[in-house]
C-alpha cells in the first residue's frame, strides 16, 4: 500500500491504516492523504505535498488489516 514515496515513520504509517479502516468501514474507498494526514495532526504546509494523492482501498482492504490486527494482538509464544 505504501511505496517508496511515502516517506512516513512507522507509527505514522500505522496511524494512516487505523485511520482508513475507519473510513472504509463508512463506505468510503477513496482517501484523500492530503486532508487524511491533516487530520492526523500534520501541519498543513507538510501535508500540501500530498494534496494530488488519493488512495483507494478495495474489499480486500478490511481483511488485510484485520489479519494485520490479530497478528499484532496475538500472544508470544515461547519453545521451552
Known amino acids: 500500500m505504501f511505496d517508496d514515496t511515502f516517506d512516513f515513520s ?3 504509517r ?4 487505523r485511520l482508513m479502516y475507519v ?3 463508512q463506505g ?3 482517501v ?11 501541519p498543513g504546509k ?5 494534496d494530488d494523492r488519493v ?3 478495495d474489499e480486500n482492504f ?3 488489516i484485520e489479519e494485520f490486527q490479530m497478528l499484532r494482538d496475538a500472544p508470544v509464544q515461547t519453545i521451552h
Request: glycine fraction near 8%; charged fraction near 25%; charge should be positive.
Open 46 to 50: 507538510q501535508a500540501k505535498k500530498w
Open 14 to 17: 500505522v496511524k494512516i491504516l
Open 32 to 42: 484523500h492523504m492530503g486532508g487524511l494526514l491533516r487530520i492526523l495532526g500534520m
Open 55 to 57: 488512495l483507494s482501498v
Open 62 to 64: 478490511a481483511k488485510y
Open 23 to 25: 473510513i472504509h468501514e
Open 28 to 30: 468510503i474507498h477513496d
Open 10 to 12: 512507522e507509527e505514522l
